[in-house]
């Protein structure tokens, strides 16, 4: 859990500024570039759509990511309890019981990761991008042959949306480095929490 809010901080968190900071540069200069058939054709509906793709991206990726740290939590407590009692476990012959718990977890792990991969895969932002690009040329061109938009302006315009190619991969990583770090947090949140409460109760029990 710790963990994953030091990636957070260190890493997700910078990823996310900078790729707000590029896209709002990025729509200040096709503003001031683009003329209007290609603004309402190409750059309003690409915000629109790639905006909804993070917010559907995040809020499947948040319950997915949860259930990930506390999987991850339960294997790390079932390897821990193992290594500290290997000696009562070897006395008593419960190899294959504690074996077979391991590969539960381990499987569950599995499981919840495959989908976390799914989610990954399904809102995969970079292919919106690309499709932007490739709509964008297309409609361009038509553009240009018919004297409404300019060769540079076109190619500007098609550069600019390359460039925020490599921001546009790494934020899934970021939003996924956030909920990971959301669901971290709540864990020990909830651990802090718990452990004030028995702290409490006991003190209220001598007390009695």
């Known amino acids: 859990d ?8 260190f890493i997700g968190i910078f990823i996310l500024i ?15 570039v683009l003329n209007v ?8 509906p690409f ?26 939590g339960e294997l790390a407590t079932a390897v821990q309890e193992n290594i500290n009692g290997v ?34 895969a399904r809102y995969y932002p970079s292919l919106i991008l690309l499709a932007a690009i490739g709509f964008s ?14 060769i540079g302006t076109l190619v500007s315009f098609n550069g600019f949306l390359l460039s925020f190619l490599y921001g546009t991969y790494e934020l899934p ?6 909920n990971g770090a959301l ?6 949140y909830a651990m802090e929490n718990k452990e004030e409460g028995e702290e409490t109760k006991k003190g209220n029990l001598e007390h009695l």
């Open 2 to 9: 710790v963990g994953q809010i030091g990636d957070f901080l």
């Open 18 to 32: 900078n790729v707000f900071i590029s896209l709002i540069f990025y729509v200040i200069s096709f503003i001031n």
């Open 37 to 44: 058939p290609l603004l309402l054709a190409c750059l309003i």
């Open 47 to 72: 915000l629109i759509v790639y905006i909804w793709v993070f917010i559907r991206f995040n809020r499947k990726m948040a319950p997915v990511s949860g259930t990930f740290m506390k999987k991850l």
């Open 87 to 120: 000696k009562i476990v070897r006395a008593f012959a419960e190899e294959s019981f504690e074996r077979e718990k391991f590969l539960k977890h381990a499987l569950d792990l599995k499981e919840i990761w495959h989908k976390r991969l799914i989610v990954e």
């Open 137 to 150: 040329g297309f409609l361009g061109i038509i553009l240009v042959f018919y004297g409404y938009l300019t």
């Open 173 to 178: 990583a970021g939003i996924t480095m956030y």
């Open 183 to 188: 669901a971290g947090a709540r864990r020990i």
